[in-house]
């Protein structure tokens, strides 16, 4: 059974940095793409950032160069450091194992990031 558990979330003032974390369990981790997501209130929820099994990653163009994200194959984690927060960087996000030929997505339950102006 896979189950992927989001950690960090918080509330933070604008312009500070928070640090999410996905455990991952009953998945081969290490050779799954893996994925950040957000979903702010009435929003549609959105690709954050994206991380192959190789390390190569992928941003959406709002947070590139204030998020990274990566990965220890290790201890089966999930990383998104967020730097420069701004207010509307606010909402649920959401770790995701990526489908693909042999496996379907699957969603963590998410975390709460609140950031205050």
């Known amino acids: 059974q896979v189950q992927l558990v989001e950690s960090g979330g918080g509330l933070v003032q604008a312009g500070g940095s928070l640090r999410l974390s996905c455990v991952a369990s009953?998945?081969?981790?290490?050779?799954?793409?893996m994925g950040w997501y957000r979903q702010a209130p009435g929003k549609q929820r959105e690709l954050v950032a994206l991380?192959?099994?190789?390390?190569?990653?992928n941003y959406a163009d709002s947070v590139k160069g204030r998020f990274t994200i990566s990965r220890d194959n290790a201890k089966n984690t999930l990383y998104l450091q967020m730097n420069s927060l701004k207010p509307e960087d606010a909402a649920v996000y959401y770790c995701?194992?990526?489908?693909?030929?042999?496996?379907?997505?699957?969603w963590g339950q998410g975390t709460q990031v609140t950031v205050s102006s």
């Open positions: 995701r194992r990526e489908p693909d030929r042999n496996s379907v997505g699957y």
């Open positions: 991380i192959s099994s190789g390390g190569s990653t």
């Open positions: 009953g998945t081969s981790f290490s050779i799954n793409t």
